[in-house]
């Protein structure tokens, strides 16, 4: 996780991470982390849509298994609109 989130990469390692995690035993709130790790490589990359729908996923999952992580998340998904919002204003 740490390799990948030095610099934008494509989504593709992204997925195959959370997948191979989803295989072993982790905590719920875990996954929800490689899952924000994944918008928050999206969004380096301007790529806002899918960083969108990646925290969208996360913060569902959060508040089914991981509640003390969705308000994070919550705010993690505001913030990108925020920020989103903003840069096209700028365009």
Known sequence: MVELSLEPRDDYRWGKLIDEAEDVPLQA??????IEGRARNAARRNDFAHAHRILVEALDLAQKSAPHVADRVGRSLRDLQVVHGASEQAS
């Open 29 to 34: 709130y875990e996954i929800v982390e490689l």
